[in-house]
T-cell receptor, first 119, second 111 residues
Framework: GAGVSQSPSNKVTEKGKDVELRCDPISGHTALYWYRQSLGQGLEFLIYFQGNSAPDKSGLPSDRFSAERTGGSVSTLTIQRTQQEDSAVYLC?????????????????FGSGTRLTVV | AQRVTQPEKLLSVFKGAPVELKCNYSYSGSPELFWYVQYSRQRLQLLLRHISRESIKGFTADLNKGETSFHLKKPFAQEEDSAMYYCALLYSGAGSYQLTFGKGTKLSVIP
């Protein structure tokens, strides 16, 4: 597609329920990133995928969080047993490759995010 | 470990006044730094990169390795500059490269 697409744009869920957030990166972008944006905390790195390599999960805050990327394209971020502190905007970004020159030359392209509210 | 610090959560300036958004970093390697901007109800987008030494929308940023800073500056603020600004550092870790962001500064330009 023309840009990074995320769905849903808004999600309200009850505490304890599971949620799935979807990201469709720019076609041809091999690198995909998930960030969490919350008030006062800026952008917190969660996970990233580079082509067919194992993802870097070092930013996931707990084992309730997981993500997968099927066919090197669409990614799904799953949060199990949601808690109120999970409320945030979840941003997805993609870049042409994970080579630093790509990130330096082109930056990341971000989606518009999914606003998750846990009540 | 790498770190990006933006000391001001909120910065208010009058239209036409100079603007400086502060960013300091901590990184043992050679830094690659960026500024990203998020306007109201829009997605986060790249504003400028230190390697290009460019001026975008009147903004410039100079990398000062001695002070480990990458402050964003504009001589005359405009109302349309009101937005959230994030400083970011590209770093290498565990064989990969990714961006670390500061917590952001909300710029409010008063008409």
């Amino acid at each position: 597609g023309a840009g990074v697409s995320q769905s849903p744009s808004n999600k309200v869920t009850e505490k304890g329920k599971d949620v799935e957030l979807r990201c469709d990166p720019i076609s041809g972008h091999t690198a995909l990133y998930w960030y969490r944006q919350s008030l006062g905390q800026g952008l917190e790195f969660l996970i990233y995928f580079q082509g067919n390599s194992a993802p870097d999960k070092s930013g996931l805050p707990s084992d309730r969080f997981s993500a997968e990327r099927t066919g090197g394209s669409v990614s799904t971020l799953t949060i199990q047993r949601t808690q109120q502190e999970d409320s945030a905007v979840y941003l997805c970004a993609s870049s042409l490759t994970t080579h630093p020159r790509s990130a330096v030359n082109y930056g990341y392209t971000f989606g518009s995010g999914t606003r998750l509210t846990v009540v | 470990a790498q770190r990006v610090t933006q000391p001001e959560k909120l910065l208010s300036v009058f239209k036409g006044a100079p603007v400086e958004l502060k960013c300091n970093y901590s990184y043992s390697g050679s830094p690659e730094l960026f500024w990203y901007v998020q306007y109201s109800r829009q997605r986060l987008q790249l504003l400028l990169r230190h390697i290009s030494r460019e001026s975008i929308k009147g903004f410039t940023a100079d990398l000062n390795k001695g002070e480990t800073s990458f402050h964003l500056k504009k001589p005359f603020a405009q109302e349309e500059d009101s937005a959230m600004y994030y400083c970011a550092l590209l770093y290498s870790g565990a064989g990969s490269y990714q961006l670390t962001f500061g917590k952001g500064t909300k710029l409010s330009v008063i008409p």
